[in-house]
């Protein structure tokens, strides 16, 4: 076991920070001075170390090129108006992250590692904090498989590292969607609720196809029919129809179960909606859109935080929403904006303190 003594700490000479404005900055284009990299071989964890990011030194034979044995979190830290660093529900990252990892037959991180490395990073490069509202710092744990051979098997080492990005927007605004009518993220059985890194490079392709259309991210369905929504690119999705807030439930294990979405959920109560986890077709939503009880649709994610929509296109029908009047997603992006940056009280107790 790896105690929070046991963190090697190498210190940049230099901090970067100097040549970096943190104002409206991209997202995941700059990262901070230092990172955490962790070994694991012979069965166990062992050579945390936290030092200078830098580039690693890979064998072009690396098990995770090959097979990608690879898993990822995102979580955002934030600063309160006194100056003080929270980073948001990080322990439920950790435990997905750890689903992901059993899924991927990869060895799951220990909590101390988890947790404390994640911390002592965090405390280290506080300065990359950035304050203006819609901005944060994005944390990125990882891991990947490093054994040199190309048979396909379970590598027997792994690293887990984890990096830090100051960051603006994801989606500068709103969007237009193209719900995905032929392709497929994920299948009942497949990996779609891990974070693994194949299966954001498998979006790529029906991605670009929509983007080279004229729309920022498609609508996945599922892989069946092809009539029930999923997730949208990257996020979560939720439909405010009529006076009830729906998002697809978790059961069939294709979609992630977003930290945001569940806060958006919580958030949505606390605001006297009634939040409904099921599945819903394409022809509910249009079926709603027709009769003008579709009133909101927005995507949730770490990344993306609360992204409205304000086009759906289903085959040849075109669904547009005046994003400038809504009521409810706005004020659950306020809502949780005030708990994120520490302008209300937690009331559920999401913010830990660095
Ligand atoms: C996140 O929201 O943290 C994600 O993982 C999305 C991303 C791939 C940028």
Redesign the pocket.
């Known amino acids: 076991m790896i105690a929070a003594a046991d963190f090697k700490i190498t210190k940049a000479e230099h901090s970067k920070l100097t040549d970096i404005n943190l104002e409206n900055i991209p ?2 284009k700059y990262f901070t001075d230092h990172m955490l990299e962790v070994d694991y071989e012979d069965g166990e964890w062992k050579n945390a170390e936290i030092k200078p990011y830098q580039p690693l030194l890979m064998a072009p034979s690396l098990a995770a090129i090959h097979y990608g044995q690879s898993i ?3 979580i955002k830290a934030y600063k309160s108006p006194s100056g003080e660093a929270f980073i948001f529900r990080p322990h439920d990252n950790f435990k997905r992250f750890n689903q992901s990892a059993e899924r991927m037959q990869m060895p799951t991180v220990p909590e101390d590692i988890f947790m404390k490395g994640m911390q002592l990073l965090v405390d280290l490069d506080r300065s990359w904090i950035p304050e203006m509202e819609d901005h944060s710092l ?1 944390i990125r744990p990882f891991m990947f498989s490093t054994d040199e051979m190309i048979g396909v098997r379970p590598s027997d080492t792994y690293k887990f590292m984890i990096i830090l990005s100051p960051t603006g927007p ?1 989606y500068n605004m709103p969007m237009r969607i193209y719900v995905e009518e032929q392709y497929v993220r994920a299948v009942p059985g497949g990996s779609g609720y891990a ?1 693994a890194a194949g299966n ?1 490079g498998a979006a790529m392709y029906p991605t670009a196809i929509a983007k080279k259309n004229g729309y920022d991210q498609v609508l996945w369905t599922d892989a069946f029919e092809h009539r029930y929504v999923q997730e949208c690119g ?2 979560n999705v939720f439909f405010i129809i009529g006076d009830k807030a729906i998002t697809p439930d978790l059961q069939s294990g294709t979609i992630l179960a977003g930290v ?1 979405r569940d806060s958006v959920i919580k958030v949505l109560k606390d605001m006297g909606i009634t939040v409904e986890e099921r599945p819903l077709s394409i022809d509910e939503i249009i079926e709603a859109h027709k009769a003008g009880t579709l009133r909101e649709v927005f995507g949730t ?4 935080t609360i992204s409205f929509i304000k086009e759906l296109r289903y085959e040849e029908y075109t669904m547009l929403f005046d994003v400038e009047n809504w009521a409810t997603a706005p004020e659950v992006k306020s809502r949780m904006n005030a708990i994120r940056y520490g302008n209300t009280a937690d009331k559920h107790c999401w913010m830990m303190k660095v």
């Open positions: 997202f995941g990822f979190e995102g994005y994801y974070k954001y990257t996020m945001t994610g770490t990344a993306a």
